[in-house]
């Protein structure tokens, strides 16, 4: 009996180094972070058991280690304490009662309960008020020093208190928190990735790590990383003599503090709210993976103790795991609008923290083959919040040869046009405007809401109409007539009026929202109105894209024989033929505003050995491209790669006699004169969520007429949250922060004031 105890605990021991080092030294996990937990939870038990055969260097005995060799190390003042986990309601009965057979008869324990941040751990220490030093965990007793990189974080004080008149701060103060994205400023980085045409980050919490150990604090600063507080490890202040009041004083301090901590007087009580928590969780503005129980009397927590790196005074409830894994069964391929290629994954169902997943996205075919997944492959799946469950990668230790690998397809699987990969890109396409896949896709991203919002379109009857021959693109849908549609199948009178009347409407919808319909990779309402505040209309748009590709054409040709002639062997003259070769993203935002081109052109095109007259003839193609480019380029937030795409997009044939036929109907595309109807909203910010009488870019035109403002996340500087039907999370952080909550009719009352 005792043997097999004895060998269990060795398997488990030599199971667990095994994954810990996958884990933290080559980043490739062969298990999820629940059957982590699980086999460490075994082990635990088993030497809490039998003390006989706990060793020294049992995997119980260490914790992780974020160390990298890049930073300087800094010793933590006091050591940087773990938790232990508990998994149900259960575990923290027998939590307290261990707790309550260490303190003298008759304790009562009363608790703090607070979100368990799923991010980085920090340590900072302020010396006479001012940020003297930040570290990462490391393994508890030295950390990275990560000073510079925290610094540029902004939600953390460089100096205390932040408000003078609040108090003093201690001389000296260690304090402990969480490094995070917000899901809001991950979704919004990723966006600005694709805008760049750069590829999505997957995980926010490797994504924040990785931003934090930038060696060039600069690119640190660019990302926007949030900090909480929510400990204090050391101070030379005034005792402190609760949880409750630790919190307080952070916060008194200017340290950003979880908002949603709360006191329970005993264990019942804080019981009663875990279901709330996990409801809730997906509304909150970070990633969480449970919840934090804290002892409130500090002093109690104290004469607690630690056993291991674990403090008994606390205990993280973990949620559950929102990982699991499962077999690949399948690789399927869709086309998207712009004609780009998805890979999705195929999954044996699995059952991830309430949801059965069944498919997993896999963003690109470099990411398959990043993440060497095989067809048959067990693969770790994760799911949190409302993202689309992805894959984190596979279980390579599970395979037993059967797998195959995942190709890549070199033709339209629905219109077997060859696929192509534009340069530097990361995903494929199919290039072929009038794919059916592509058109349909188009057509639905067309007719949607927050696009043109034709009411009566959805794909079922998009389908039907392509299948009838009614319509062959976007533009077709304004003149489609009563009769042809009430001989299809399922078209009712009433259902063909209503459809004319909605499409009629959709004529009249805003240039910036013809724009941001029309489906261009990174044009979204944002960028639909940056262009339309610096293009009067589709004309303009149109004249400076055929400009700019006349322009471009010119300059190949000038560039052509300098081309052809260029010696390859050599890579500094290689680059330079490559720029030649992509001016509007590589030449034009450099010299913009160059003062004597002919004089840039000469230093940097020095390795090709030309001619003055051959620099001189680059130079003034070049001069020409930039002055019909000026206008897009000189636009704030578009990024070369955006110009390029829009340019692409209005200089391409099929998309200018679509367009055409478009104009033609009626649709509008003129934008309106920027009238200022009155500034009675001025000063106002205003957020507006759910379904409202009218499109959101109307209501937020009508605000920002009156001299208001709209912004997309609710926060104490928002004067207004506007609800329409089904709002969502929103409303309840507008509730929380006391935000007033008005509908429609009462934003209309106040533009009447
Ligand atoms: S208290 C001595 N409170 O969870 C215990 N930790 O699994 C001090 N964490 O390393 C930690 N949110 O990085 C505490 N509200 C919270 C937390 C929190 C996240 C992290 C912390 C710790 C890990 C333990």
Partial sequence: MDRDIATRIAELSQQLHLHIYQYHVRSEPLITDAEYDRLIQELLALE?????????????????????????????????????????????LAWEERNLRLLPAGTQLSYILQPKLDGLSIVITYENGSLARAATRGNGETGDDVTANVKTIRSLPLRIPVDSSSGDAPDWLVVRGEILFHKSDFLALNEEQEAQGLPAYINARNTASGSLKQKDSRETAKRKLTAYIY??????????????ETVKTLRRLGFNVISDAARYENLDAARKVLPD????????????DGLVLKVDDLALARELGVVGKDPRGAIAYKFPAEEATTTLLDVTIGVGRTGKLTPTAQLEPVFISGVTVSSASLHNYDQVKALDIRLGDRIIVKRSGDVIPYVIGPVAAARDGSERPITPPDRCPFCESQLLQP???????????????????????????????????????????????LIDDIADIFTLKAEPLLALEGFAEKKVDNLLRSITMAKERSFAQVLTSLGIDGVGSTVATLLTDNFASMQELLEAAEAIRAAEAEFARV?????????????????????????????????????????????????????????????????SLIAVSRRLHTIEGLGPVLVENIVDFFSDAHNRSVLAKMLATGVNMRAEEKAQAGDVLAGKTFVLTGTMS???????????????????NVSKRSNYVVAGESPGSKVEKAAKLGVPIIDEDALRMLLND
């Fill in 694 to 712: 009218q499109p959101r870019g109307a209501l937020k035109t009508l605000i920002e007429a009156n001299g208001g403002k709209v912004t997309g």
């Fill in 559 to 623: 560039v052509e024989p300098i081309v052809a002639a260029a010696d390859s062997d050599n890579p500094e003259s290689d680059r330079q033929i490559a720029r030649l070769q992509q001016p509007t993203t590589d030449l034009v935002p450099q010299y913009l505003d160059a003062a004597d081109l002919n004089q840039r052109m000469t230093r940097r095109l020095k390795p090709l050995q030309l001619s003055a007259d051959e620099i001189a003839g680059i130079s003034q193609s070049l001069a």
């Fill in 277 to 288: 928590w996990e409801a809730r969780r997906d509304t909150l503005p970070f990633e969480i």
């Fill in 48 to 92: 809490a058991e039998h003390p006989q055969y706990l060793r020294d260097d049992s995997p119980t005995q260490r914790v992780g280690s974020d160390l990298s060799g890049d930073f300087s190390k800094l010793r933590h003042p006091a050591p940087i304490l773990s938790l232990a986990n508990a998994f149900d309601e259960a575990d923290l």
């Fill in 423 to 469: 340069k530097g890109a990361v995903d494929w396409f199919c290039g072929n405007a009038s794919c059916p896949e592509r058109v349909g896709r188009a057509l639905e991203f067309f007719v949607s809401r927050g696009a043109m919002d034709i009411e009566g379109m959805g794909p079922q009857t998009i389908n039907a109409l392509i299948e009838a021959g």
């Fill in 231 to 244: 400990a204090i490890v050391d101070s030379d202040g005034a005792q402190i003599a609760s949880e409750w």
